[in-house]
């Protein structure tokens, strides 16, 4: 059975679905972007559109940053944040050159799956976090890889470099890296495009009775806790989440998920929204009581891309932790 998932709660065929929607414009050099604004962009704030239109991971405020130092120009002017624009206007954005990196390198072991002059690809094990933080300055993939590989990818600025995509600190699974500028705007825009293959294994509560099926409902920050994310039409930004049922138990269902977009929590976020939570999840799954795990039983299986340089389509997979392994064979014994 095929189900598909809106945000009004209608169910409706499962369908192939896509919304691809490539980068309106982009200059000659990576750092130089231009982008014409279409009617239907008109009136949204200058901040929003150009997150929006960048295929690459870089945060609003790194944004507004931007257009207060004058990086961002409209039709050749500078504006602010909230400037809402207007059909037909060109906006230009020339990235400042990366600042010097202080983030100490640190010799934390990498499971490292795949690297070469372009590109890096590691399983990363549940518990670590992906890049530093206000607080959380050491200890991350980005001290281990800064040590591990001397020559990473500046273009987010001083507290990512080489960071393509995220998994959260409690996913372990594989993560991509750019080693060079050329190769994380070439990644970027696959992440953009829908193109990268990113397939998850997860443990969830309940019994869910629809062999496979979509999840299409547009995620943004909950307001009442702001560290969350939930299912929402206001400020949120548009998410589809694949899944298809391996193994059912009752109590739990062993899913296999395909992102076709990759919003923060998306995969948490949506499975709650259906009411099947992640067993272990901290956030998501409070006050869900029976199966328990150290950190959502969430894994980063599958990723595939197409290699920045040579061209070739590059696909690895990670077998499940050692935790979730356990886990699944406690509850096939029971």
């Known amino acids: 059975m095929n189900e598909h998932y809106e945000l009004d709660d209608t169910t409706i065929a499962s369908s192939n679905h896509s919304s691809n929607s490539p980068v309106e414009g982009k200059g000659e050099e990576f750092h130089s972007y231009t982008w014409t604004i279409t009617p239907e962009q008109a009136k949204e704030r200058l901040d929003k559109r150009v997150h929006e239109s960048l295929s690459m991971d870089i945060s609003r405020t790194q944004i507004q940053m931007w257009i207060k130092d004058g990086h961002v120009l409209v039709n050749g002017a500078a504006v602010k944040s909230n400037y809402k624009c207007a059909a037909g206007d060109i906006v230009e954005l020339t990235m400042p050159e990366p600042e010097s990196v202080d983030i100490v390198a640190e010799n934390i072991p990498l499971d490292v799956y795949y690297e070469d002059s372009d590109v ?75 193109t990268v293959l990113r397939k998850y294994i997860a443990l969830v509560h309940g019994n869910i009775p629809h062999d496979q099926g979509t999840i299409e409902a547009p995620i943004g920050r909950d307001e009442q806790d702001r560290k969350m994310y939930t299912v929402t039409e206001r400020n949120s930004k548009h998410a589809v989440t694949h899944f298809k049922v391996l193994e059912r138990f009752g109590d739990a269902t062993l899913v296999e998920l395909q992102l076709e ?71 096939r014994n029971r």
């Open 120 to 194: 890096i690809v590691i399983n990363k094990p549940r518990g670590l976090v992906v890049h530093p933080a206000p607080g959380h300055t050491s200890g991350t993939v980005v001290n281990a890889l800064m040590y591990h590989c001397k020559d990473l990818s500046g273009i987010n600025g001083e507290l990512r470099p080489g960071i393509v995509h995220r998994i959260d600190k409690d996913t372990s699974g594989l993560l991509m890296a750019a080693k060079n500028d050329k190769a994380h705007v070439s990644l970027a825009e696959q992440l953009k495009a829908h």
């Open 261 to 331: 977009t990759g919003r923060t929590h998306q995969i948490r976020v949506h499975m709650k929204y259906i009411g099947h939570p992640l067993v272990g999840d901290p956030m998501y799954s409070r006050g869900t009581r029976g199966l328990k795990m150290n950190g959502q039983a969430l894994h980063a299986q599958t990723l595939g891309f197409v290699h920045p340089t040579s061209g070739e389509t590059l696909q690895f997979q990670a077998p499940l932790p050692n935790d979730m392994e356990e886990l699944l064979k406690s509850i």
